[in-house]
């Protein structure tokens, strides 16, 4: 691409990570059931690319959220609750016209059949982002820009924008790009467009489960087949782990090709693959995690680490949030999660984490199980 190599970013801006797309506040049940049976809800906060921010700022790095939300009392508390993470807000615009998204859910698995979401979106202030609108200059301040698909299915100039911004230009960051198929948000609409985002993107999270969904491939190797140009593709395979692949792309001039991705004149050296097993967790609420897992790779590759210890990080960083029952919670201390990276492959396919393990005072064999 014509921005930075994976790894490597500008290296004067001031920003480690800008994450732009919706971010919404979400009714957390008081009880299992279904939502016709649940007495009532605590507040708290969900999107995506926000969480990444929230999990990129708690763990020490200057991160910042763009996006749009209503001049509502619900806007106030997403800046707010945001903002209070050391995440940088003012790039968010008010809209006057148009309220903040909200959602409700039940305590299940995404995964499971009882799972319940109600979603109160439609018409929200994010959807109404567009290339004409969006603080171009402080979307780009970053060494990384971080997007994801939801943000391309919310509308027509949503999808507008992430095609911009997904776009080959001079300087442009290091762009990373989380696919996040929500088939929901697709009725109606072809989600074989987040392939062709993807491919215009330097780093790409995608799961093995949502590529099949949305693009009907299967396999790992088959992803990286369907998406060989960008330097990085993590593939999430679930309890499995991750497989990653890696090349060392050479930037040349390039040209748009029929599939939408630029790559004509860039040359690309051969992969290096690596698998990572997936950790074994005590898990009290699956919501959060693949976000979680993108915030915890992106810490580690701005941090200039081998793609192993990437890929742990994101494992790491997914288990602290499936240890807790909302989207976000305090990471582990850096060198307490350095300390558990560095653990040989026996000792990590050992660990089992459950509820506090992230306590700064828990060194690598209180968390391991006999």
Same mark, same amino acid.
Request: aromatic content about 6%; glycine content about 12%.
């Given at each position: 691409?014509?921005?930075?190599?994976?790894?490597?970013?500008?290296?004067?801006? *001031?920003?480690?990570?800008?994450?732009?797309?919706?971010?919404?506040?979400?009714?957390?049940?008081?009880?299992?059931?279904?939502?016709?049976?649940?007495?009532?809800?605590?507040?708290?906060?969900?999107?995506?690319?926000?969480?990444?921010?929230?999990?990129?700022?708690?763990?020490?790095?200057?991160?910042?959220?763009?996006?749009?939300?209503?001049?509502?009392?619900?806007?106030?508390?997403?800046?707010?609750?945001?903002?209070?993470?050391?995440?940088?807000?003012?790039?968010?615009? &008010?809209?006057?016209?148009? +309220?903040?998204?909200?959602?409700? &859910?039940?305590?299940?698995?995404?995964?499971?059949?009882?799972?319940?979401?109600?979603?109160?979106?439609?018409?929200?202030?994010?959807?109404?982002?567009?290339?004409?609108?969006?603080?171009?200059?402080?979307?780009?301040?970053?060494?990384?820009?971080?997007?994801?698909?939801? *943000?391309?299915?919310?509308?027509?100039?949503?999808?507008?924008?992430?095609?911009?911004?997904?776009?080959? %230009?001079?300087? =442009?960051?290091?762009?990373?790009?989380?696919?996040?198929? %929500?088939?929901?948000?697709? &009725?109606?609409?072809?989600?074989?467009?987040?392939?062709?985002?993807?491919?215009?993107?330097?780093?790409?999270?995608?799961?093995?489960?949502?590529?099949?969904?949305?693009?009907?491939?299967?396999?790992?190797?088959?992803? &990286?087949?369907?998406?060989?140009?960008?330097?990085?593709?993590?593939?999430?395979?679930?309890?499995?782990?991750?497989?990653?692949?890696?090349?060392?792309? %050479? +930037?040349?001039?390039?040209?748009?090709?029929?599939?939408?991705?630029?790559?004509?004149?860039?040359?690309?050296?051969?992969?290096?693959?690596? #698998?990572? +097993?997936?950790?074994?967790?005590?898990?009290?609420?699956?919501?959060?995690?693949?976000?979680?897992?993108?915030?915890?790779?992106?810490?580690?590759?701005?941090?200039?680490?081998?793609? =192993?210890? =990437?890929?742990?990080?994101? #494992?790491?960083?997914?288990?602290?949030?499936?240890?807790?029952?909302?989207?976000? *919670?305090?990471?582990?201390?850096?060198?307490?999660?350095?300390?558990?990276?560095?653990?040989?492959?026996?000792?990590?396919?050992?660990?089992?984490?459950?509820?506090?393990?992230?306590?700064?005072?828990?060194? +690598?064999?209180?968390?391991?199980?006999?």
């Amino acid at each position: 691409m014509s921005g930075p190599a994976a790894g490597t970013a500008s290296a004067d801006a *001031t920003t480690d990570v800008v994450c732009l797309g919706e971010s919404m506040v979400t009714f957390l049940p008081s009880q299992p059931g279904r939502l016709a049976d649940v007495p009532s809800f605590g507040r708290g906060i969900g999107g995506a690319e926000s969480n990444v921010a929230c999990a990129l700022a708690a763990a020490g790095h200057r991160a910042a959220w763009v996006g749009r939300v209503g001049a509502d009392g619900f806007g106030d508390h997403l800046v707010e609750t945001i903002g209070g993470y050391g995440v940088d807000t003012s790039a968010v615009r &008010r809209d006057p016209e148009r +309220p903040t998204g909200i959602y409700f &859910r039940t305590a299940t698995d995404r995964g499971e059949g009882a799972h319940e979401v109600a979603y109160y979106r439609a018409g929200s202030a994010a959807s109404a982002m567009s290339p004409a609108n969006v603080p171009y200059e402080e979307v780009f301040a970053g060494r990384v820009l971080h997007l994801s698909g939801i *943000t391309a299915a919310l509308s027509a100039d949503c999808l507008e924008l992430v095609r911009e911004l997904t776009a080959p %230009r001079p300087g =442009r960051p290091l762009v990373s790009f989380d696919v996040n198929h %929500r088939p929901h948000l697709w &009725r109606g609409g072809d989600a074989s467009v987040l392939l062709e985002l993807a491919r215009r993107c330097d780093l790409v999270f995608v799961g093995e489960d949502e590529a099949e969904e949305a693009w009907g491939i299967v396999g790992a190797e088959a992803i &990286r087949a369907a998406l060989p140009e960008p330097a990085v593709v993590v593939v999430k395979r679930g309890s499995a782990g991750a497989t990653v692949f890696a090349s060392g792309l %050479r +930037p040349g001039p390039r040209s748009s090709n029929a599939g939408g991705a630029e790559n004509d004149g860039a040359e690309f050296a051969p992969d290096t693959v690596t #698998h990572v +097993p997936a950790l074994r967790v005590d898990v009290v609420a699956a919501v959060g995690a693949g976000d979680a897992f993108a915030a915890g790779f992106l810490s580690a590759t701005l941090r200039g680490l081998r793609v =192993r210890d =990437r890929v742990r990080h994101g #494992h790491l960083m997914a288990a602290a949030v499936l240890t807790v029952p909302g989207d976000l *919670t305090e990471p582990p201390a850096r060198d307490h999660a350095d300390r558990l990276v560095a653990l040989d492959d026996e000792a990590w396919g050992r660990l089992r984490l459950g509820p506090g393990w992230t306590a700064a005072d828990r060194a +690598p064999e209180e968390v391991r199980t006999p």
